[in-house]
Each structure stands twice: as structure tokens, then as C-alpha cells.
């Protein structure tokens, strides 16, 4: 029997989604350092430095940031694409969990990719962190997102507020469940610095490790 504040299904655990913040630390630290300074998860920076280069006329550099953010929208349309075909289908898997393993074998090609492909690199590290955010948007109940944290740190913001000016507990559970995703996505992008710095391209192969604890995960409770 489940407790109130326990969550319906294991793709909303904090557990899990600490584990998906470490890997989308990881992978934002990892394009920016090793791949030529582009953003795989958030895009608003990437548009960002598009508009840059448009009003430079650095035309060919700007196709550095069009092809990963046209990317990272196949990436949320093939998400969606997943969910409609086998969300209710009796596979033996979640349908995040096969999100989760086809995450899993790019970042395997990505690892693999040499220097002088750093724009496919990107472009499928936008893909893959799409798959990833569209599919992982709630935790306990709460919006929240594994890739960036813009929204978690407003969302964490707002229920501190709520907290100290209503006495609201669960306000106060809330804000620190954001804090705990924000905390271990700073730490997957420190932890992803440091391998890079010792191994270069094949760093992004140590998120395999991460991706199938995460599927690993969901079977404890994959049936809501």
C-alpha cells in the first residue's frame, strides 16, 4: 500500500530523477568542453549564440547550433512517438524504459565519434537529452525537468516562499526535492569535467553506466 507522499510509479521517484540530473550534468559539461562549446540540453543558449552568428554572418559556423536544436525537437516528436505506440502495450518494459536503452545506444555511437564529427556528436546529444526531458517530466506529482534546471531552481524558489510564509510542509518537501535534483545535476556536470579531462571523447561512455542503473530502476514499479 502506498503512503501519500510516496510516488504512483518509479519514473517519478527523486531516486530516479538524481540519477537522470547526474547524466544530464554530465552531457551539458561534456558537448560544452569536449565538443566544440555547444549546449545539448538547454537550447535557449544555443539560439542564443544562432542569433550571434546570424548578425555576424558567420553563416556556416551557425549551422553549429541549427542542426542540435533542430535535434532536440525530433528528439521530443519521437518521445511522444514512443509513448502513443507502446505506452499501452504489454512488452514486459515500461515505454521510458525503452527511451532509457535507445538513450543508451547513442550515447555508445557518441562516444565513439572522433573530433572531426563533433557536429553529428552534438546533434545526437540533443537528441538524446530531448528523449530524456520529454519523457521524465514529473517527480512526485511535480513538473520538473533532468536536463536543465531553470525551472527547477523557480519551482524550488516558489515552494521556499510558500513554505516560510504559510507553514505549508509539504511546499517545504517540495522545495527540497528541487533542491536534491538541482544538487546532483551540478555534480553529473563537475563529475563529467573530470572525466573528460581523463578521457576525452569516450567521457560521455561513463552515462551508459548511469542510463542502465536508470532502467535498472524502473522496474521496481512500472505499471502506471
Not at 537550447?43 to 536544436?69: E, R
Not at 515500461?94 to 573530433?115: D, K, N, S
Not at 556528436?121 to 537529452?129: D, G, R, Y
Request: net charge positive; glycine share 8%.
Amino acid at each position: 500500500m502506498r503512503t501519500l507522499h510516496e510516488p504512483a510509479q518509479m519514473s517519478e521517484s527523486v531516486r530516479l530523477g538524481a540519477v537522470l540530473a547526474v547524466t544530464g550534468g554530465f552531457f551539458d559539461a561534456y558537448t560544452y568542453l569536449c565538443r566544440g562549446g555547444v549546449f545539448a540540453n538547454a537550447q535557449t543558449g544555443n539560439m542564443v549564440l544562432l542569433g550571434t552568428d546570424l548578425a555576424t554572418g558567420q553563416w556556416a559556423h551557425a549551422m553549429h547550433y541549427v542542426l542540435p536544436i533542430l535535434a532536440f525537437a525530433l528528439g521530443v516528436a519521437a518521445a511522444e512517438w514512443v509513448k502513443l505506440n507502446f505506452k499501452t502495450r504489454p512488452i514486459g518494459v515500461h515505454w521510458r524504459q525503452i527511451v532509457i536503452l535507445a538513450e543508451l545506444l547513442l550515447v555508445v555511437l557518441v562516444g565513439f565519434l572522433p573530433q572531426s564529427a563533433n557536429m553529428a556528436a552534438n546533434t545526437l546529444v540533443s537528441f538524446i537529452c530531448a528523449l530524456q526531458v520529454e519523457s521524465f517530466r514529473k517527480m512526485r506529482g511535480s513538473a520538473f525537468a533532468t536536463t536543465m534546471c531553470t525551472g527547477n531552481l523557480r519551482s524550488a524558489t516558489e515552494q521556499f516562499v510558500r513554505w516560510r510564509t504559510d507553514g505549508d510542509d509539504e511546499a517545504r518537501r517540495k522545495a527540497g526535492r528541487y533542491a536534491v535534483i538541482i544538487v546532483y545535476f551540478i555534480a553529473g556536470a563537475a563529475l563529467g569535467v573530470g572525466c573528460v579531462h581523463l578521457w576525452g571523447d569516450r567521457a560521455v561512455l561513463l552515462c551508459c553506466a548511469l542510463l542502465a542503473l536508470a532502467f535498472g530502476l524502473m522496474f521496481r514499479e512500472k505499471t502506471a
